[in-house]
């Protein structure tokens, strides 16, 4: 039996840790070889201390297919261009006021729902309160959060409630008129080609085949530092919510003493290794870790 076990083990274990372990040393994740050649040469800016960004991807609502290769994208860029060092968890213990400031950032990636809730274990509400609470005092505090494509499902307004998360990030997803095979073309905001995180861009448009997300309140365009957007004209046509034509696509803001970014992008697997795309997250992320100091608001 012992042998046996000693045999089945390993085999149980590496399943289970596709594509990622945790916190440890991996092997290549999902889609690796797609995600190497087009990763950033280099970081934005040299990080003035070692960054721990912990990349956190619990759902309790919808699971993007679309997770295991952005983790693996987002661990392999940190660790080429020495930004920072993924710590890759879903460990609600590192939400803990003993645990969380371990970290100089923190990702939400693809997350949705409460992703602090545990169905059915005694004290999960409170808990997930206490968390959230932890995370505002961690941003509020002066260090960096992070959210990706449905980190705006994430924690949304109800029952007359807003939660502080969401007018952190900045808004709630209300659909996608876009769904992942819709052929839509993002923007530079206007006035904004030169802002340090989107200047590889050069004023162009990115067109591809992406989600695009509609958000409702509070999200307010106005409020954060507007970088990327969807272009109306030349996306395909869909049946919109929103007569403001108002659909931003990724900012950056400042939260209390800390730092904030979002990119609705991170739909589709192609995302994680569209070389532009790529550099908009590694230069949001090094904004919102406090090492690369762009204009925002
Ligand atoms: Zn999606």
């Known amino acids: 039996m ?9 085999l149980a274990l590496a399943a289970a840790v596709v594509p990622l372990a945790v916190g440890q040393k991996r092997g290549p994740g999902k889609n690796a070889d797609k995600i190497a050649p087009s990763l950033p040469e280099k970081a934005f800016a040299k990080p003035k201390q070692k960054r721990k960004l912990l990349v956190f991807s619990r759902t309790t609502g919808f699971r993007h297919g679309s997770i295991p290769t952005g983790l693996t994208a987002v661990a392999m860029m940190g660790e080429k261009t020495g930004a920072f060092e993924a710590v890759i968890s879903d460990d609600l ?29 005694p004290g999960t509400q409170e808990r997930s309160q206490r968390l959230q609470k932890n995370l505002q005092d961690f941003v509020k505090g002066g260090k960096g959060f992070a959210g990706f494509h449905s980190a705006t499902d994430t924690l949304k307004p109800g029952g007359g409630h807003t939660p502080e998360y969401s007018k952190m990030i900045n808004g709630a997803f209300d659909g996608h008129p876009w769904g992942g095979g819709s052929s839509v073309s993002i923007a530079v905001e206007k ?3 030169k802002h340090p995180i989107v200047a590889h ?4 448009n990115m ?4 989600e695009i997300y509609q958000l409702r ?5 106005k409020a954060v530092h507007m970088l990327l957007r969807l272009d109306l004209d030349r996306s395909e046509k869909k049946n919109l919510k929103r007569t403001d034509r108002d659909y931003g696509v990724a900012w950056v803001r400042k939260w209390g003493d800390g730092r904030v970014f979002y990119c609705s992008l991170g739909h589709n697997d192609a995302m994680y290794w569209h070389p532009d795309v790529l550099k908009v997250y590694l230069g949001g992320i090094q904004y919102a870790l406090g090492d690369f100091d762009v204009p925002s608001k």
């Open 2 to 10: 012992k042998n046996k076990l000693a045999l089945i083990l390993p």
């Open 93 to 121: 213990a590192n939400f803990e006021s003993d645990k969380i400031n371990q970290f100089d950032g923190i990702l939400f990636l693809n997350t949705t729902g409460d992703p602090f809730l545990e169905k059915g274990k």
């Open 191 to 193: 006035g904004q080609e």
């Open 201 to 204: 861009l050069d004023g162009k």
């Open 207 to 210: 067109d591809f085949k992406e």
């Open 217 to 221: 309140d509070p999200y307010d365009s």
